[in-house]
């Protein structure tokens, strides 16, 4: 699924690399959960995995496409048509019904519309279904995104990370917010839809005590050559 090598990467003005990484390979439909402490360079590589920043030297590799081959529009299209991204944040828009925001998964990518065609199925079903299965039920699916709590608010940014079946599901902290039962409960169904649509999975997070839960952890400092 993913390929980093030989990766440099140094923000303007800064005196050294925040990122050096020799080799990291995530395999297809692997949970993996990366961990570092704040300042590790997580949203760095984050940044670079989903194409929104590019490395001054060596490659990152998804679907065996090379994102720094890529112009700005086409790294665009790349990330709206193959990666979910669940934000620490959310960024749910206030306006919008949960099922909106959800929808607007599908919006900027024609081969995650295409997808849901495939299934014979409409984007709004399928965000219902996806809330759904998420533990978001049908009385608060059409209310204010501002009225949810913050674990219905979570449930919501996954779905819009999984409608239309990208391949590849980035999650940022985002149980940073949730007390431990919520967090677990939430982790399991996010687990289910990974398996359900063959996703692979990098969960982001400075609490190591939910890396048992995955198939294999990672420490950002023990691989990132530029934090010693």
């Known amino acids: 699924m993913i390929q980093i090598s030989d990766l440099n990467f140094s923000w303007p003005g800064q005196s050294k690399p925040t990122l050096i990484i020799d080799e990291l390979n995530i395999e297809k439909g692997e949970k993996l959960f990366l961990h570092g402490p704040s300042g590790s360079g997580k949203s760095t590589l984050l940044s670079l995995l989903a194409g929104i920043q590019t490395a001054q030297k060596g490659s990152i590799s998804i679907l065996n496409e ?3 081959k890529l112009n700005d529009a086409k790294r665009d299209k790349f990330r709206a048509d193959h ?19 959800v929808m607007l ?20 079903k399928k965000a219902c279904i996806l809330l759904e299965e998420l533990g978001l039920d049908t009385s608060c699916q059409n209310r204010a995104v501002s009225e ?6 979570q449930r919501v940014a996954a779905a819009r990370a999984f ?19 919520n ?27 939910l890396s048992s839960l995955f198939d294999r952890q990672v420490s950002l400092n023990g691989i990132n050559g530029a934090s010693l």
Request: with cysteine.
């Open 83 to 101: 990666i979910g991204t669940i934000f620490q944040n959310f960024n749910l828009l206030p306006y919008l019904s949960p099922l909106e925001n």
């Open 66 to 68: 090379n994102l720094a």
């Open 105 to 124: 998964g599908c919006n900027f990518s024609r081969r995650r519309q295409a997808n849901l065609k495939t299934q014979g199925i409409c984007a709004r």
């Open 148 to 153: 949810l709590s913050i674990g219905q608010q």
């Open 183 to 209: 967090r677990d409960i939430f982790i399991n169904q996010l687990f289910e839809q990974a398996e359900h649509y063959q996703a692979t999975i990098i969960f982001v997070s400075h609490d190591k005590s």
């Open 163 to 181: 409608i239309g079946q990208p391949e590849l599901i980035i999650a940022d902290e985002p149980t940073s917010a949730l007390d431990a039962d």
